[in-house]
């Protein structure tokens, strides 16, 4: 196969891979690529119809206070669509938007099968042959890689990422699995559509009271809640842990680890959340045993030179990065870095901008989600 060299390589065009994309832009680097295996912002184009982004959006940057979804500074996806809390297709709409406006060069329907490093050189191998490079940054994200099997018989349910409308969903008794963001947004929805819910948990999310939205429901979440709590349509069972799910018949069996079993007339949903895109890569990152991956303080492997990771994925000791306003703030730890080692000028004034915007985070130790009320 005949190999096509770049300076860098961005797997995933979502908001990771797109953000940075267009830093790169802005700093002049030319020689770089984006692999996509789909299509720009597809990830948000699969979510439910009914699915929004969980941060508000708020066209505050005029103040230096950039709106929470944006991946490039000076621009406001609520603003661009009257929306506080957008749906996938209009997010999606506002990444093609961004990748349009600085012509990013997007291969899109390109599915990556394997990295490896040669000679200092990375070489991606593809649907669509080999590409070469000096630097990767993966920017997979998670969505596309949902956890089908987190217990034995999980394959009899329906994961959360498969449904296409909530409204759709056949009349019944539903029991969902899975109580945090995507299994209350789904029982919110179930409930307001007239359908009998029950939500089982291992704990209770829905009680935690944690100010890092990454490790207890979002406020959008709560507030959404609070509206149905009350109804009689609604169970939440905390402590409610699955260890399997049986079928007989037409007939569905949710066997808990406190020995309980329920019988459901209608498929389980699962939403247990998702697995990391990493996975594809595996080989390439130190993985902790908590199932994190190791990164130095420029979000690159420790375990190969060159390779670097950027949105949801990246934490670093107790500090998450899972939301779009968190992960965009290391774009520009990543774009230095590489600028650098590839020997090209730093443009000062496009990295003062995304300082200025809160963009450019290189002091991790002034992550602080406490509250004082």
């Known amino acids: 196969m005949t190999a096509t060299h770049y300076d860098v390589i961005i797997v995933g065009a979502g908001p990771a891979g797109v953000g940075l994309g267009s830093l790169f832009k802005q700093t002049g680097l030319e020689n770089f690529t984006i692999l996509e ?24 940057h005029g103040f230096g206070l950039l709106d929470l979804n944006a991946v490039v500074p000076s621009t406001s996806p609520g603003y661009a669509y009257d929306r506080e809390h957008l749906s996938g297709e209009d997010y999606a709409d506002y990444l093609k938007r961004i990748a349009d406006h600085f012509e990013l060069p997007v291969q899109t329907g390109i599915t990556v099968e394997r990295v490896h490093k040669e000679n200092e050189r990375f070489f991606v191998e593809t649907s669509s042959g080999v590409f070469q490079s000096e630097f990767v940054v993966w920017a997979g994200g998670e969505y596309q890689y949902p956890e089908r099997h987190p217990f034995p018989g999980a394959g009899h349910c329906v994961h959360s990422s498969d449904v296409g409308s909530w ?24 409930v307001l559509s007239g359908k009998e819910v029950t939500v089982l948990a291992k704990g209770e999310p829905w009680n935690n009271d944690d100010p890092d939205p990454s490790v207890s429901l979002s406020p959008f979440t709560s507030e959404r809640l609070d509206e149905v709590i009350d109804r009689d349509e609604l169970t939440l069972l905390g402590d409610a842990q699955v260890a399997k799910v049986d079928k007989k018949g037409e007939r569905f069996y949710i066997h808990l680890l406190s020995g309980e079993v329920i019988e459901s007339e209608t498929v389980p949903f699962i939403a247990t959340g998702y697995k990391s895109s990493l996975t594809l890569i595996f080989e390439h990152f130190y993985w902790e045993d908590n199932g994190n991956v190791r990164l130095t303080e420029s979000d690159e492997s420790t375990v190969t030179d060159g390779l670097f ?8 000791a107790e500090v998450i990065f899972c939301f779009i306003y968190k992960f ?13 080692r590839l020997g090209l000028p730093v443009n000062d004034e496009v990295f003062n901008e995304y300082r200025k915007a809160t963009m450019y985070l290189d002091d991790l130790s002034c992550c602080d989600n406490s509250c004082q009320c």
């Open 328 to 340: 965009r703030q290391r774009f520009a730890v990543i774009a230095k870095e590489i600028l650098v």
């Open 309 to 316: 990771l950027t949105g949801p994925q990246v934490k670093h």
């Open 37 to 60: 295996k789909n299509e720009v912002g597809s990830t948000f184009l699969n979510w439910p119809k009914e699915t929004r982004l969980l941060t508000p959006s708020f066209p505050g």
């Open 167 to 190: 409204t759709s969903v056949q009349e019944g008794h539903h029991y969902i699995i899975g109580g945090y963001e995507s299994g209350i947004d789904a029982a919110y929805h179930l």
